[in-house]
Nanobody, 114 residues
C-alpha cells in the first residue's frame, strides 16, 4: 500500500491550497481517508476525515475553511484549504484507515506566511 501526497507549498495568509493523496495497492473505496497535520514539537492532530459513505469529521480549527472530498475512481482524497492563516503551517499527512491498520503518506509541507 502506498499513499502519495502532493499539493503543499508556500502561500500568503488568506490564500488557498489543494492537497491530494493518491492511494495504490488497496481498495480505497471501502476505507476512511483523511488528513492529519503536525507542527515540529507538537503532536499530530486530526484535520479532516471522510468515511466510505462520505460522512465527514473536521477539526474545529478548520471548520468552514477546509473541505475534504474523495474520488474513488481515482483512489484519491483531497483537502481544499481556504482562508489559510499562519497557524495552519505544518506538515500535512494523508491517511487511510483500514480495519487492520492505518496507512500514512509521506507528508507535504504547508507554509502560510507573508
Amino acid at each position: 500500500v502506498q499513499l502519495q501526497a502532493s499539493g503543499g507549498g508556500l502561500v500568503q495568509p488568506g490564500g488557498s491550497l489543494r492537497l491530494s493523496c493518491a492511494a495504490s495497492g488497496i481498495d480505497f473505496s471501502v476505507n476512511t481517508g483523511g488528513w492529519y497535520r503536525q507542527d515540529p514539537g507538537k503532536q499530530r492532530e486530526l484535520v479532516a476525515l471522510m468515511t466510505s459513505t462520505r460522512s465527514t469529521v473536521y477539526a474545529d480549527s478548520v471548520k468552514g475553511r477546509f473541505t475534504i472530498s474523495r474520488d474513488n475512481a481515482k483512489n484519491t482524497v483531497y483537502l481544499q484549504m481556504n482562508t489559510l492563516n499562519p497557524e495552519d503551517t505544518a506538515i500535512y499527512y494523508c491517511t487511510l484507515l483500514t480495519a487492520r491498520t492505518p496507512y500514512w503518506g509521506q507528508g507535504t509541507q504547508v507554509t502560510v506566511s507573508s
